[in-house]
């Protein structure tokens, strides 16, 4: 066998490609089963904690709103969110046919309450559908994480971004419930992907990016610090696009665009232009918000929530600027109002009272995957490091760096799903390592991979109390963090099973910290603390966010506890 500069190579140097010749023959089909294989893992872990999760705090406000939409037109709840959503949450809950008698009053509490336990309708059953369409998303919006890492680093990278996607605890747990963090976080990583693919085709696809960004804005309000980056970057993509489009001749076919010499009227003209696509993406953007609202009610009819929070300075400035609906404005009044109150925080096994900035890295910290935070050091290096990547960086790094900012700065420290965009973000990143052409960094990579994966397949099927080796595993989660990121309320079903088949004809006593109604599931348990000390016996059930924040009278039965057996580890059960 001759090599290409003509000299004869030993036969045990052809060996390697002989041997894996079938491979490279069938490369594409093994890149198909693997995608397939990486989506079915996830969607099989995503199904199975549907199915077995009671409602969660948030979800039976956004069910009940999503049931008004549909039925009444009407946009007087949940207004701190804009309808996106809600209305995606919507279109599973068609096929669960709930009732909700039209004459109902209550605040959006007792409208989830209402539509999930007091209507006849079985809450099981609604709450699948609801969650039904939030998990195909976060499966569609895990091709747009393999897409865009393909077009980045090749398909290796692909896969590497796709299966930290995949096997994310974070994304699998928010993946499969009726919130807004996942949708908000995948629109949004879908416009920057378009924005790239704009540099190249920016007449198709500016257009796109405009409505995916649309569509994050309109999921959550959350999302729009990072209007003026993706803006920014569109500029950035129209630029580079107009040195595909020069007359053959123009220039050497090896000058890189940013090489290319312009004119001042030149470089005028084509700022001008590129101003003009990001402008009209933004237009775009601001055309799907309005177009959310009139799919609720075409008429927009609408009365603001008493005690509206009056937004004062520079934010109310913001808000009353901004080019959308009065509902979308009055709901940005609303979450200001949240971030003016102040909150509990734990973590680390500290009960506090206001915000830490540092608290969102802390538990990202607590909740990431040992090798996935290596992985996407590795790949932001490589982003910025390797030359054909370094245009891509700031696509990718730029957005979740500034969200994160952002959020850092607030007033809630409730748990990991502020920051979503994280994980979702740094997967396509953390493909960059696949450009260092160096053989121990390729196995370096399959070895945190699969670290990732196996982290992640023990924890199956409590993901949403997830916390890596490091720090004890899910058992262990709720000494360190609480609320969204532990003890979300959504362990009643199992709870009701536990007591059933361990603790039958004792008497129980509960602390639940959750949305879900305990005697729709046979728990029939008075409050301990409404009760003398003298006459708590038996089991006490304490969810453990309340456990956290313990005080008085319960911290004091649980002094005089002691702990016996614990479900979904997010709920503990004593016995006094």
């Known amino acids: 066998m001759a090599s290409r500069h003509g000299d004869r190579v030993p036969v045990s140097s052809a060996e390697p490609p002989r041997r894996f010749a079938w491979l490279r023959r069938h490369r594409r089909w093994l890149f198909v089963a693997a995608v397939v294989a990486l989506l079915a893992e996830m969607a099989v872990a995503m199904v199975t904690t549907a199915v077995e999760q009671t409602p969660t705090i948030d979800e039976p406000v956004y069910v009940g709103t999503a049931v008004v939409y549909v039925q009444q037109h009407s946009l007087r709840y949940n207004p701190e969110h804009p309808p996106l959503g809600k209305l995606i949450i919507a279109s599973g809950l068609v096929f669960a046919h709930p009732h909700l008698d039209a004459g109902f009053t209550g605040d959006q509490t007792a409208l989830g309450r209402r539509v999930l336990y007091e209507s006849g309708n079985d809450p099981w059953r609604v709450m699948w559908w609801a969650r039904l369409p939030v998990i195909v998303l976060t499966l569609l919006f895990g091709l747009v994480v393999l897409a865009f890492a393909r077009e980045l680093v ?64 309109a999921t959550k309000m959350s999302t729009l610090p990072a209007v003026p980056v993706l803006m920014l970057l569109a500029v ?51 055309a799907v918000v309005w177009a959310t609202y009139f799919a609720v009610d075409p008429q927009l009819r609408w009365t603001a929530p008493a005690h509206l929070p009056a937004v004062h300075g520079l934010r109310g400035l913001f808000v009353d600027r901004l080019p959308f609906p009065q509902p979308y404005r009055d709901g940005m009044r609303v979450q200001f109002g949240f971030e003016n109150a102040t909150w509990q925080g734990f973590l680390f096994g500290r009960l506090y009272h206001g915000a830490l900035w ?37 696509y990718v790094l730029i957005p979740p760096a500034l969200l994160l900012a952002a959020a850092m700065n607030g007033s809630r420290d409730l748990g990991v799903r502020y920051a979503l965009f994280v994980p979702v973000f ?39 109390p997830y916390s890596n080796e490091a720090f004890g595993g899910p058992s262990k989660t709720h000494l360190r ?85 614990e479900v979904g580890h997010s709920i503990t059960i004593y016995r006094r």
């Open 154 to 217: 090749g398909p290796a990278g692909g896969l590497v971004a796709l299966a930290l996607y995949a096997f994310s605890p974070d994304v699998i747990a928010h993946g499969s419930l009726a919130t807004l963090d996942v949708p908000a976080s995948g629109f949004l990583l879908t416009s920057v992907w378009l924005l790239w693919r704009a540099r190249r085709r920016p007449l198709l696809h500016l257009p796109l990016a405009g409505a995916a960004l649309g569509a994050a804005v």
């Open 426 to 464: 740094l997967a396509v990143a953390a493909a960059g390592v696949v450009a260092f052409r160096r053989r121990w960094a390729h196995i370096a990579t399959a070895a945190l991979v699969l670290f990732v994966a196996v982290s992640s397949l023990l924890a199956y099927p409590y993901y949403l």
């Open 481 to 565: 963090l609480h609320d969204s990121n532990v003890d979300w309320g959504q362990d009643l079903g199992r709870l009701a099973d536990r007591l059933d088949r361990r603790y039958p004809h004792e008497k129980v006593w509960l602390v639940y910290k959750g949305a879900g109604v305990p005697s729709y599931y046979g728990i029939d348990a008075p409050d301990p603390r409404k009760a003398p000390p003298g006459e708590v016996h038996g089991l006490l059930v304490v969810s453990d966010t309340s456990v956290a924040k313990a005080d008085g009278r319960l911290a004091a039965l649980l002094a005089t506890s002691r702990p016996i057996d």
């Open 236 to 286: 950035a993509s129209v630029w580079h696009a107009r040195g595909l489009r020069m007359p053959a001749g123009t220039r050497p076919v090896d000058t890189p665009v940013e090489a290319q010499p312009l004119g001042t009227s030149a470089k005028a003209r084509l700022l001008g232009l590129a101003a003009a696509g990001a402008t009209g993406m933004a237009l775009v953007a601001v």
């Open 358 to 394: 540092y608290y969102l890295p802390a538990a990202l910290l607590v909740k990431t995957p040992l090798g996935m935070p290596a992985l996407w050091l590795a790949g932001a290096v490589a982003m910025v490091s390797v030359p054909r990547l370094r245009p891509a960086a700031p």
